[in-house]
Structure formats: structure tokens, C-alpha cells
């Protein structure tokens, strides 16, 4: 069986719709999700001569596309810095809610149990307001944590895509948390 010879002008139609509801479902913004699917069917026309069809030109183009999803979040977590001795405004710090040891809750933080969001339509609300609450995010934090648990890419890998310390990194985690779970619980998750 010979490999097909990928025919860029049928991209838009054959892969389109599936490449940006990936990019939709990762980045949230229907602007970037187009953006993003542009830019690997342009990242893809440009390398074409490297093409192996040692995977299906579908494969290919989603490896391209999760590249470019990276990238996005690289970009966005450059735009603001959170750094280590960052004042907390006299708040609670991330030590009042995680255990140092292994960055889970502490037993008197640790979040209530949640609706039960077994219904399909609660099930849609439920992914609604975390979208929401993930937009809210600082930039740096959002990227962080749609790396992490959206691309589900190690802590490792996060921290030399994004040239963050293992320190950093577990600051920025926390947060995140901390902000998504105060959001949550202000559209009525999480406290009874």
C-alpha cells in the first residue's frame, strides 16, 4: 500500500471542523481556535516536503495543532510572571490551604464534596463555569493549568516549555487551584 500524498487545498474540508473543535476544547476562544487551526494548516503547507506519511495526514496535522496549542500557552505565560516573593496582600498564602509535602488540600481545606453533576445537562453547566473560571485565570496561571490538565503534559515538561523552576511551577499550580476553586464556589460548587 502506498502512502497518500497530502492534498492541501482539501485540509479546510476534511480536517477543519475536527482540528478547531480540538483547539476550541483546549483554548476555550473561538478566535484562537481558528487562529491556531491556521497556523498548523500554514505550519503544514510549509512542511510539506518533510512529510513521511509515516502517520495519516490527519494524525500529522493534530500533532502540528498540539504544538501550536503549546506554543499559545508558552505565549501566554509570558505575558505575566508570578514570582516567588510576590506579596499576598494579607491574604491567606498557599500554605494555609496545601500540604508543603505533596501540594494536596490540607484536611481543613479540603474542598466539599460537589453537586452531583451526573445529568447531561448539568454535566454542560458544570463544564461552562469551569471554562468561565478558567478564563479568569492571570495568563500565566490559565496556561499552567491547561497544560497540566488539559494536555495533561508532566510538571517537568511544563517547566522547560515554559523556562519555570520546579519552585514556580507548584507556586503557579496552587493558585490556579486557589483561584478556581474560589470562582467555583462563588457560582455555587463546592459549599453547601
Given at each position: 500500500?502506498?502512502?497518500?500524498i497530502?492534498?492541501?487545498?482539501?485540509?479546510?474540508?476534511?480536517?477543519?471542523?475536527?482540528?478547531?473543535?480540538?483547539?476550541?476544547?483546549?483554548?476555550?476562544?473561538?478566535e484562537?481556535?481558528?487562529?491556531?487551526?491556521?497556523?498548523?494548516?500554514?505550519?503544514?503547507?510549509?512542511?510539506?516536503?518533510?512529510?513521511?506519511?509515516?502517520?495519516?495526514?490527519?494524525?500529522?496535522?493534530?500533532?502540528?495543532?498540539r504544538?501550536?496549542?503549546?506554543?499559545?500557552?508558552?505565549?501566554?505565560?509570558?505575558?505575566?510572571?508570578?514570582?516567588?516573593?510576590?506579596?499576598n496582600?494579607?491574604?491567606?498564602?498557599?500554605?494555609?490551604?496545601?500540604?508543603?509535602?505533596?501540594?494536596?488540600?490540607?484536611n481543613?481545606?479540603?474542598?466539599?464534596?460537589?453537586l452531583?453533576?451526573?445529568a447531561?445537562?448539568?454535566?454542560?453547566e458544570?463544564?461552562?463555569?469551569?471554562?468561565?473560571?478558567q478564563?479568569?485565570?492571570p495568563?500565566?496561571?490559565?496556561?499552567?493549568?491547561?497544560?497540566r490538565?488539559?494536555?495533561?503534559?508532566?510538571?517537568?515538561?511544563?517547566?522547560?516549555?515554559?523556562?519555570l523552576?520546579?519552585?514556580n511551577?507548584?507556586v503557579?499550580?496552587?493558585?490556579?487551584?486557589?483561584?478556581?476553586?474560589?470562582?467555583l464556589?462563588?457560582?455555587?460548587l463546592?459549599?453547601?
Amino acid at each position: 500500500m502506498t502512502p497518500s500524498i497530502p492534498v492541501p487545498a482539501q485540509w479546510p474540508d476534511r480536517y477543519g471542523d475536527e482540528l478547531y473543535r480540538f483547539a476550541l476544547s483546549r483554548v476555550s476562544d473561538s478566535e484562537t481556535a481558528e487562529e491556531l487551526v491556521q497556523e498548523t494548516f500554514l505550519s503544514a503547507l510549509d512542511g510539506l516536503a518533510t512529510f513521511r506519511a509515516e502517520a495519516s495526514e490527519r494524525t500529522w496535522l493534530f500533532v502540528i495543532l498540539r504544538r501550536k496549542i503549546i506554543d499559545h500557552y508558552r505565549r501566554q505565560a509570558r505575558t505575566t510572571r508570578v514570582g516567588l516573593d510576590e506579596i499576598n496582600e494579607g491574604g491567606p498564602t498557599e500554605a494555609d490551604f496545601f500540604n508543603p509535602e505533596d501540594g494536596h488540600w490540607t484536611n481543613s481545606q479540603t474542598p466539599v464534596s460537589w453537586l452531583n453533576a451526573d445529568a447531561a445537562l448539568e454535566q454542560q453547566e458544570l463544564h461552562e463555569i469551569l471554562a468561565r473560571c478558567q478564563e479568569r485565570l492571570p495568563p500565566q496561571q490559565g496556561a499552567v493549568f491547561a497544560m497540566r490538565f488539559v494536555e495533561e503534559l508532566s510538571a517537568e515538561e511544563i517547566c522547560q516549555e515554559l523556562g519555570l523552576s520546579s519552585a514556580n511551577y507548584w507556586v503557579i499550580v496552587h493558585r490556579a487551584k486557589l483561584q478556581l476553586r474560589r470562582c467555583l464556589e462563588k457560582h455555587g460548587l463546592g459549599k453547601n
